[in-house]
C-alpha cells in the first residue's frame, strides 16, 4: 500500500488500490476480493474497525461465499467465455477473473 504520510486517508488507500486493479495483477481472485472489501470498508467507514479479529474473518466469510457462488457459475459458462466479472452484492465492486 502507498502510505500518504500527512496526506492520507482511506479513500485515497482505496483509490490507490481501484487504480492498480484496472489493470492485472497476479493475485487469486478470492484474495483480491477479501482486499477490495476491506479496503472499501475502511474508506466508507474512515476508519480501520475492519481489522479487528471478528469483523475481518466475517467479510473474510462474505468474500468467499461469493467468490465461491461466481465460481460455480462460471464452470457452467467456462467453455464460452475467458474472462468473467465477480460483482459484490449492493455494492459497484466488480473483479474480472
Known amino acids: 500500500m502507498v502510505y500518504?504520510?500527512?496526506?492520507f486517508t482511506y479513500q485515497g488507500?482505496?483509490?490507490?488500490?481501484r487504480k492498480k486493479c484496472s489493470k492485472?495483477?497476479?493475485?487469486?481472485p478470492q484474495t483480491r476480493l477479501f482486499v477490495e472489501m476491506m479496503l472499501k470498508n475502511m474508506a466508507d467507514h474512515g476508519n480501520?474497525?475492519?481489522?479487528?479479529?471478528?469483523?475481518?474473518?466475517?467479510?473474510y466469510?462474505?468474500?468467499e461465499r461469493?467468490?465461491?457462488k461466481s465460481v460455480d457459475s462460471i464452470k457452467k459458462d467456462r467453455k464460452e467465455r475467458e474472462s468473467f466479472i465477480i460483482?459484490?452484492?449492493?455494492?459497484?465492486?466488480?473483479?474480472?477473473?
Open 48 to 59: 480501520n474497525e475492519c481489522l479487528h479479529r471478528s469483523r475481518a474473518i466475517k467479510i
Open 4 to 7: 500518504g504520510k500527512d496526506n
Open 66 to 68: 461469493i467468490y465461491k
Open 61 to 63: 466469510d462474505k468474500a
Open 87 to 97: 460483482t459484490i452484492p449492493n455494492t459497484r465492486i466488480t473483479v474480472t477473473i
Open 13 to 17: 488507500e482505496y483509490e490507490w488500490w
Open 24 to 28: 492485472p495483477i497476479a493475485m487469486h
